[in-house]
């Protein structure tokens, strides 16, 4: 139920402030407005402001919205009011009110960020867990622990890093860019001097923002210590003499520096007796624990036998809170609507070129998923969660493609170079052709949603 709420939710503010940008420049070209409605089909609520001519309504269907305008070419158009026509307006106001729709979803992003940014919220400190093995990061020098202060790609200058959320958006950046990152590290405690570490993403081939990306460079997620939480009855843990709240200091001869590491050596254990080195109410133990084998089938693979010891591993990783004023949350919430609308482009461009894959498309079902998930972890995940969906949307409707508003700005763009507008032979071709274009588009994401949802 909390799904399906966050998503009709989510629909209904996000196409109502695209169709409200539509309506609202509009009027400001004096273009009479006929209808405003959200959703299609058969209206379930109409009603009329008093003395105004626009009838709002709310449709059966509401997967999307329109502003109906005076228009000669959709019926004809009393004489006395033609000049309040759509077609009737000088170029420059009918591309005004195209671009207004997807503005507005880019102005709301802008609004959402800056009201998390305000808000303030809790994101992991950039403490490095220890690297995967032969990953970019243990190449370069990191052995885990380290706190990230700050970072440049290629030769820049360095900017200042308040959390791993910023690191792990400065890495994709600069990986989808191919540009090697600087990294100025120093041990968390402080007692060792900064140094600066160079990533080579640029040895990266076609990255793609994933996992897989992300294991390449060895970076997976924050600094986790490696301590036990629940142990369960009956497993390897309880029998070998482990409790809840056992910080795990070596596995064997190798040094455990975080929970991650501790989890992937239980992994590839192999059911193995090794001797534990924990630590305990300030006491140092040594205890034998053979984990137990279990079965395991990733998506697509093979089944494999993982190691299982029947505890919790891995603590939570140390919070930072974030929170900006007025005029810098502003500022904030604006560069990073910029940064993910670039991001967006750079991506749909790589897409088409086929240097990055078609299973990045999400369609509806996954954002519901995520309106769910989202809306259960708090108000500004959910807050989060609308701003990325609204920058998607603006960015959407600005592809050149006929049916979207970018697809008029490209009729408007020819009429502004030649003098005269696309032809109806032209038009029909091309819309046509843009909803071919659409309707593969569409097919391709429901069918990513439903891989990924059954996977």
Same mark, same amino acid.
């Given at each position: ?22 309506? =609202? ?8 407005? *006929?209808?405003? !409605?959200?959703?299609?089909?058969? #209206? ?5 402001? #008093? ?15 329109? @502003? ?8 004809? @158009? ?11 307006? #000088?170029?420059? !106001?009918? &591309?005004?009110?195209?671009? &207004?729709?997807?503005?507005? /979803? ?9 009201? @998390?940014?305000?808000?303030?919220? $809790? ?101 986790? =210590? ?36 501790? =989890?992937?050596?239980?992994? !590839? ?10 630590? =305990?109410?300030?006491?140092? %133990? ?39 004023? &007025? ?26 070129? +086929?240097?990055?894959? *078609?299973? /990045? ?22 807050? %989060?969660?609308? &701003?990325?969906? !609204?920058?998607?949307?603006? @960015?959407?409707?600005? %592809?050149? %493609? ?28 091309? $819309?046509? +052709? ?13 069918? /990513? ?7």
């Amino acid at each position: 139920m909390l799904t399906l709420l966050a998503f009709v939710l989510a629909l209904g503010l996000l196409i109502t402030i695209h169709e409200y940008g539509h309506y =609202r420049m509009a009027l400001a070209c004096g273009v009479k407005v *006929l209808k405003f !409605s959200i959703g299609f089909g058969k #209206p379930l609520l109409t009603w009329h402001r #008093p003395g105004k001519p626009t009838e709002f309504c709310i449709g059966m269907l509401p997967l999307g919205g329109y @502003v109906q305008m005076l228009d000669e070419r959709e019926a004809p @158009v009393d004489a006395a009011e033609r000049h309040l026509a759509f077609n009737r307006q #000088p170029l420059r !106001s009918r &591309a005004l009110v195209v671009v &207004a729709g997807p503005v507005a /979803n880019l102005l709301l992003a802008v609004l959402l960020y800056s009201a @998390v940014n305000w808000i303030g919220y $809790q994101e992991p400190q950039a403490v490095l867990a220890r690297p995967l093995a032969g990953s970019l990061a243990e190449r370069a020098g990191l052995q885990g622990g380290e706190l990230v202060t700050e970072a440049a790609e290629g030769d820049g200058e360095m900017e200042p890093l308040q959390s791993f959320d910023d690191l792990r958006w400065q890495l994709t950046q600069a990986a989808l860019k191919g540009q090697n990152l600087r990294l100025r590290v120093q041990a968390s405690d402080g007692a060792a001097r900064p140094r600066e570490v160079t990533l080579a993403l640029s040895e990266l081939s076609s990255p793609e923002p994933d996992a897989q990306m992300f294991r390449k460079i060895g970076l997976l997620g924050p600094l986790t =210590r490696p301590v036990l939480g629940r142990v369960m009855p009956e497993g390897a843990a309880q029998e070998a003499g482990l409790r809840e709240g056992d910080l795990v200091l070596r596995v064997g001869d190798r040094a455990v520096v975080d929970g991650q590491q501790l =989890r992937d050596l239980i992994r !590839s254990s192999r059911g193995e007796p090794e001797l534990w080195q924990v630590q =305990r109410e300030g006491q140092s %133990l040594a205890l034998t624990v053979k984990p137990q084998l279990a079965q395991e089938s990733p998506r697509g693979q093979p089944v494999i036998e993982v190691g299982r010891i029947g505890a919790f591993v891995g603590a939570a990783p140390a919070q930072v809170l974030r929170r900006d004023g &007025a005029w810098d949350g502003l500022v904030r919430g604006a560069v990073k609507t910029w940064d993910i609308s670039a991001l967006t482009v750079a991506m749909m461009g790589k897409m088409l070129v +086929g240097e990055a894959s *078609l299973k /990045n498309l999400s369609g509806p079902l996954t954002i519901a998923d995520y309106a769910g998930k989202s809306a259960a972890l708090g108000l500004t995940s959910y807050l %989060l969660f609308l &701003a990325l969906i !609204s920058v998607s949307l603006g @960015v959407l409707n600005l %592809l050149p %493609l006929p049916m979207l508003d970018g697809g008029h700005l490209m009729y408007y763009l020819w009429e502004a170079a030649t003098g005269r507008p696309v032809s109806d032979v032209w038009m029909d071709r091309l $819309q046509r +052709g843009g909803i071919a274009v659409l309707l593969t588009m569409m097919s391709i994401a429901l069918f /990513n949603d439903v891989t990924r949802l059954l996977g």
